[in-house]
């Protein structure tokens, strides 16, 4: 039994001293990744842009997702800013 336990042994500790080295120098992720937009602009990861495909438009964030920079959807829609010509110029209280 000893005999088949210490060839085991052997193999099994040179495996792992294999795996270990090789996880040590993995690289880190890199923090330059961009995301492209439908124009060809970068866009940092965290940053969100509203993104149209035909006549639908929704919100979406540039993330990571299996070492690929991809858009998550954040929600349907994009926010709008509305000002009322009124309130521009100071003519409704």
């Given at each position: 039994?000893?005999?088949?336990?210490?060839?085991?042994?052997?193999?099994?500790?040179?495996?792992f001293?294999?795996?270990?080295?090789?996880?040590?120098?993995?690289?880190?992720?890199?923090?330059?990744?961009?995301?492209?937009?439908?124009?060809?602009?970068?866009l940092?990861?965290?940053?969100?842009?509203?993104?149209?495909?035909?006549?639908?438009?929704?919100?979406?964030?540039?993330?990571?997702?299996?070492n690929?920079?991809?858009?998550?959807?954040?929600?349907?829609?994009?926010?709008?800013?509305?000002?009322?010509?009124?309130?521009?110029?100071?003519?409704?209280?």
């Amino acid at each position: 039994m000893k005999s088949v336990a210490a060839p085991f042994l052997v193999m099994l500790v040179s495996a792992f001293a294999g795996i270990i080295p090789a996880l040590s120098h993995a690289s880190p992720p890199n923090i330059r990744c961009t995301c492209r937009d439908r124009d060809g602009s970068k866009l940092e990861l965290g940053q969100t842009t509203c993104i149209r495909i035909g006549n639908v438009a929704y919100l979406a964030r540039c993330e990571m997702a299996l070492n690929v920079t991809t858009w998550r959807k954040l929600q349907d829609g994009c926010p709008e800013a509305r000002v009322s010509v009124g309130k521009l110029l100071n003519l409704t209280q």
